[in-house]
């Protein structure tokens, strides 16, 4: 079991909707600190929370932040980004590799840089946020930068458990936020993700999914390719 009381947690991507709610909930839980982590950090009126300006892009920015916050417990990597398009044919090869950046280069560097101070703390918590497109490829480049995020996932729990790390991967449908306002079909709620993700970390589960059409996909993960993806296989002209 683990515990979100007196835990020193950090949020990147703070500023988004379920940044916030991890903040708000992460203290609602107990931690004594959050660190809110965004490119250009907002007030948040609360003593227990501390602005730290973080491009997880940015090697240097990544590295000044963990001096900053060599107390961190808990590590909640939540920053994402999509693509301007779902093609991976169509979409132009540098807006290719920034959701590479944003969306795997940026969790690994964060994970690496934070990896001293939870080990150190010797129970420490690395939360990766992925999405159900992780393992159902419809969104192109972000698909593919999800994809590649998990496996880091999966690597880097390998090598933490050792030192007593939980490693924590968040699949996810829809969200209820700016960054899935365009979508159609159901959408979690900010709340009943966040509620979900920790009471999974609480419980000390090494995979959360959110919802029913995640669960769905990771089982539909071990049957035929065709079923997953109907209309797969090339025309015949």
């Known amino acids: 079991m683990t ?32 660190y809110a982590c965004a490119r250009t950090p907002r007030d948040w009126d609360d ?3 501390v602005p730290l300006t973080l491009d997880v892009t940015d090697p240097a920015s990544v590295e000044a932040a963990a001096a900053q916050a060599a107390d961190v ?11 301007p398009g779902a093609s991976l044919l169509d979409v132009e090869v540098a807006d290719i590799r920034a959701t590479m950046e944003v969306n795997f280069f940026g969790p690994l560097l964060v994970a ?14 690395l939360i990766d946020v992925h999405s159900v497109a992780s393992w159902y490829h419809f ?65 000390g589960e090494t995979e959360v999914l959110a919802d029913e059409s995640t669960v769905g996909t ?3 993960l071990a049957g035929p390719l065709d079923a997953l993806y109907p209309g797969s296989r090339p025309t015949t002209v």
């Open 47 to 49: 003593d227990r929370i």
């Open 218 to 220: 990771k089982a539909a």
């Open 139 to 203: 969104g192109g480049a972000y698909s593919v930068s999800t994809a590649a995020l998990w496996a880091a996932t999966n690597s880097l729990r390998l090598e933490l458990a050792p030192h007593g790390v939980l490693v924590t991967g968040v699949h996810m449908g829809y969200v209820d936020t700016a960054m899935a306002a365009g979508a159609d079909g159901p959408k979690l709620t900010t709340e009943q993700l966040v509620a979900a993700v920790l009471d999974g970390v609480e419980a």
């Open 112 to 125: 690496r840089a934070f990896a001293p101070a939870l080990i150190a703390h010797g129970e420490g918590v």
């Open 3 to 34: 515990s979100l009381a007196g835990s020193v947690v950090l949020v990147t991507g703070a500023n988004g909707g379920i940044g916030t709610q991890f903040v708000h909930d992460a203290l609602a839980r107990g931690a004594a600190k959050v």
């Open 73 to 83: 417990t808990v590590l909640i990597n939540n920053a994402g980004a999509l693509p």
